[in-house]
């Protein structure tokens, strides 16, 4: 079950922004663990609803339709996911090409996965999900460019490797080596977005 953010001890009250960003949080989370638990057609408004305990009129409140919320659920993570990765590249400890994983990997990843697919014959969730995947895809360029200066206008290197790693995510549903995906990236990383 998730855990969602609760209120600092001692305090008696929350104010209404604060209790407005806790419900749209809670929204958020719980939409994003349905698709990656029930997939696109699996995750429902109400399952959604339910899972972050919160009402309807909370939920429409919100979030007027369902492409809204699930759009919104996974630019969100995108932005968070994007952010973390900046601060461990500044760390300096960790590869570009694990860097480059955590981007491109886990729950977020799932989800976006789940949405592309859907929005194939969807035409309300095509509309919604193109400006939120540009913005993203732009921030993902931005990253790559920091991470790979050498990168920079290299437009072809940076969404191919995009499309191979969305390739790989897709496949991994099927395969049972997870260690290819770390590979994969390591052998793009030294022969492409280093030497080019």
Same mark, same amino acid.
């Given at each position: ?12 009250? &929350?104010?209404?922004? *604060? &209790?407005?960003?806790?419900? &749209? $949080?809670?929204?958020?989370? $719980? ?21 972050? %305990?919160?009402?309807? !009129? ?14 919104? +659920? ?8 994007? %952010?973390?990765?900046? +601060?461990?590249?500044?760390? %300096? $400890? ?29 035409? +309300?969730? &095509? ?9 993203? !895809? +732009?921030?993902?360029?931005? /990253?790559?460019? *920091? ?9 072809? *290197?940076?969404?191919? /490797?995009? $499309? ?31 030497? !080019?």
């Amino acid at each position: 079950m998730p855990v969602f953010p609760e209120h600092p001890p001692g305090r008696q009250s &929350r104010t209404q922004q *604060e &209790r407005r960003e806790d419900t &749209r $949080a809670r929204l958020l989370a $719980a939409t994003i663990e349905c698709l990656v638990e029930h997939g696109y057609a699996g995750t429902t408004t109400q399952r959604v609803q339910d899972r972050a %305990g919160l009402s309807r !009129g909370a939920l429409l409140h919100h979030f007027a339709t369902k492409e809204a919320l699930l759009v919104a +659920a996974v630019s969100h993570v995108a932005d968070a996911q994007i %952010g973390a990765v900046r +601060a461990e590249a500044v760390g %300096g $400890a960790t590869s570009e090409a694990e860097l480059l994983h955590h981007v491109m990997s886990g729950p977020l990843f799932l989800a976006g996965l789940e949405l592309w697919q859907a929005a194939r014959t969807e035409p +309300a969730l &095509r509309a919604a999900l193109l400006p939120a995947e540009r913005r993203v !895809g +732009a921030a993902v360029r931005q /990253l790559l460019d *920091e991470l790979f200066p050498r990168s920079h206008g290299r437009r072809i *290197e940076v969404d191919g /490797l995009l $499309a191979l790693y969305r390739g790989l995510a897709l496949t991994s549903v099927l395969r049972s080596d997870a260690d290819l995906d770390r590979q994969v990236l390591e052998l793009w990383v030294d022969r492409v977005m280093r030497d !080019g």
